[in-house]
């Protein structure tokens, strides 16, 4: 009994991550003449990094602890009170994003999902023409990943706490692994991702 109780405890957090971050919130409660500070830890007490108008809106919050979420500012990722922050209008499990842009480096790539299911790949080489016949769904086997295929290169999208661009400070919610196939070529490339607008 100790143990189920244990694993419950364990597991719980990581459910609940995976299905509600990363979230997208607007600033609420801030003084129109006043900011919502950043902190580099959070806490009250964090050194302040910088700060958010009191009319933000598309906030992306990547990680939660205690009442802090976790966002990128800049080139860096720092911390807000959550006492601030509304999420925006709350969709089920079964959702999609209405935004997704997906990046990586060594090489250089992006790839981005938009309304309407357009998906454009890039590198520093060029952009693909758009794929407007993507498909997105999410895996029914493990919970917060979703499977996008567009023409014949599939990515599957995954809640990564930690995922960093390798290029500076910020820590993204989702983590990506692409199989880019075009008619002579496959390449693999791996990325972070971010639903912020």
């Known amino acids: ?18 299905q509600d971050l990363p979230a997208l919130h607007d600033v609420t409660g801030v003084a129109s003449d006043d900011r919502l500070n950043v902190r580099a830890t959070p806490a009250a007490s ?17 990680a939660r602890t205690g009442g802090w979420g976790r966002i990128n500012l800049g080139e860096t990722a720092g911390w807000v009170s959550m006492r601030y922050l509304a999420p925006q209008t709350p969709q089920d499990d079964t959702a999609l994003p209405t935004h997704l842009s ?17 998906v454009l790949f890039q590198t520093p080489d060029g952009a693909d ?30 809640p990564d706490p930690a995922c960093s661009d390798g290029m500076s400070d910020r820590l993204f919610g989702l ?14 490339y791996v990325g972070c991702c971010s639903i912020a607008p």
Do not use: Y
Request: with cysteine.
């Open 1 to 18: 009994m100790i143990i189920r109780l244990l694993l419950v405890f364990v597991l719980l957090p990581l459910t609940a991550w995976a």
């Open 175 to 188: 983590a990506v692994d692409l199989i880019k196939r075009d008619p002579a070529t496959s390449a693999h």
């Open 102 to 118: 997906c990046f990586g480096t060594e090489p250089f790539w992006s790839l981005d999902l938009s309304e309407g299911n357009t």
């Open 46 to 62: 964090g050194a302040r990094i910088g700060d958010l108008p009191p009319d933000a809106a598309g906030v992306e919050v990547t």
């Open 129 to 158: 023409d758009p794929v407007r016949s993507a498909s997105v769904q999410r895996d029914a086997a493990r919970a917060g990943h979703l499977i996008l295929g567009f023409g014949p290169s599939t990515a599957i999208i995954q």
